[in-house]
C-alpha cells in the first residue's frame, strides 16, 4: 500500500513538540515527539489518511506531567495518544489518497495562531504547491486576541471566534453558510499576515492545495 513521508524540520530557535492527530485512518506511529532546533525528524504516513498536524512550544514536565504553553493536547505526556490541539494553533490538515490519487492539504488559522510553519510536497505529479504561514501572526495580534507567557510576552493569537464566541465569527447560527458568513476585522489580520492559510471557516477555498501522484511532504517550523 501507498505510503508518504512526512519529513518534519524545526528552524525555529527554540524547540518544538510536534503533534499529530488520525482523524480518518490508522493512528501514527508517533502521535507528539520532541524536535529540537535544527533538527528533523520523518514519519510514515500509510495512505488513505486524514488529520492534523501542530507544534506545541514551550513544553516541561516539572510539574510532574508534561505540559506546553501553547497548543497543548492535554494528554499529560509527549505523545497526544488521540488528543487534539488545545486552542490557539496552528494546523496543517491533511487528506491523503490511496493508491497516489489527489491528496489536499491546508494550513489553518481557524483555530488561532502559535507559530509559523509550512508546508512542501516533495515528489508528487499534479497541483503541488507549498503552503504555509511564515509570518510570526503574535507581533501583528491585537490586545484582546494575545495570549501571553509568564514572562509577558506574546505566545500565541486567538481567533475571533475562540476569543468571543459570537456566530459572526465562528460561522454558527445565522452565519452557517459561506454566503453570510464574511471575513471580520481580526480574520483580515490574520490573512493579511498568512495570505495562503485559511483566516476562518469560510475563507475562500483558495486555501486548499491538491497533489496529486503519491507526494512526501516536508513539514518547517519557522519556515
Do not use: M
Not at 485512518?25 to 520532541?34: I, K, V, Y
Amino acid at each position: 500500500a501507498h505510503s508518504a513521508t512526512f519529513t518534519f524540520t524545526n528552524n525555529c530557535p527554540y524547540t518544538v513538540w510536534p503533534g499529530t492527530l488520525t482523524g480518518q485512518g490508522p493512528q501514527l506511529s508517533s502521535t507528539g515527539f520532541e524536535l529540537a532546533s535544527k533538527a528533523s525528524s520523518t514519519l510514515n504516513v500509510p495512505a488513505p489518511w486524514s488529520g492534523r498536524i501542530w507544534g506545541r512550544t514551550q513544553c516541561s514536565d516539572t510539574s510532574g506531567k508534561f505540559q506546553c504553553a501553547t497548543a497543548d493536547c492535554g494528554s499529560g505526556q509527549i505523545t497526544c495518544n488521540g488528543a487534539g490541539a488545545i486552542p490557539p494553533a496552528s494546523l496543517i490538515e491533511f487528506t491523503l489518497a490511496a493508491s497516489a490519487g489527489q491528496d489536499f492539504y491546508d494550513v489553518s488559522l481557524v483555530d488561532g495562531f502559535n507559530l509559523p510553519l509550512s508546508v512542501i510536497p516533495q515528489g508528487g505529479s499534479a497541483g503541488c504547491g507549498a503552503t504555509g504561514c511564515p509570518a510570526n501572526v503574535n507581533a501583528a495580534c491585537p490586545p484582546e486576541l494575545q495570549v501571553k507567557g509568564s514572562d509577558g510576552g506574546v505566545i500565541a493569537c486567538k481567533s475571533a471566534c475562540l476569543a468571543f464566541n459570537q456566530p459572526q465569527y465562528c460561522c454558527t447560527g445565522a452565519y452557517s453558510q459561506p454566503s453570510t458568513c464574511h471575513p471580520t476585522q481580526y480574520s483580515k489580520i490574520f490573512k493579511s499576515q498568512c495570505p495562503q492559510a485559511y483566516s476562518y471557516a469560510f475563507d475562500d477555498k483558495s486555501s486548499t492545495f491538491t497533489c496529486s501522484g503519491g507526494a512526501n511532504y516536508l513539514i518547517t517550523f519557522c519556515p
